[in-house]
């Protein structure tokens, strides 16, 4: 049996990451809000401040103008529990946390 856990996104860490990136570009988060065409920096601020992350096209745009891939905006969970451990600290919805994945063989199909 192979499992393999499900990514989950840092959210806090990637908004730090997104922070860092920035700064070290020398841009300001009006710059950023003006890259994108937004009319407030709410969006920009929420995705430094780890509440929402970009949506796959604004990552990919960010990504472009940071002169980085996506993967490297992004940060993944370090410590991922298994699920049993999960679901005795769940306080969310089941999708936010690691769930192992079992790949199936070729076997497994018949």
């Given at each position: ?37 937004f ?22 745009a960010?990504?472009n ?46």
């Amino acid at each position: 049996m192979n499992t393999k856990f499900f990514p989950v996104i840092d959210l806090a860490a990637t908004g730090n990451n997104i922070r860092r990136l920035r700064i070290e570009r020398g841009l300001t988060v009006r710059d950023i809000q003006s890259y994108f065409g937004f009319e407030e920096p709410r969006a920009v601020y929420k995705w430094q401040n780890g509440e929402s992350l970009p949506t796959v096209d604004n990552l990919y745009a960010l990504g472009n103008l940071l002169n980085v891939p996506m993967d490297q905006i992004l940060v993944p969970v370090k410590n991922i529990k298994s699920y049993s451990e999960q679901q005795e600290d769940a306080c969310c919805s089941s999708h936010f946390y690691a769930r192992p994945f079992r790949m199936r063989q070729k076997s497994d199909a018949a």
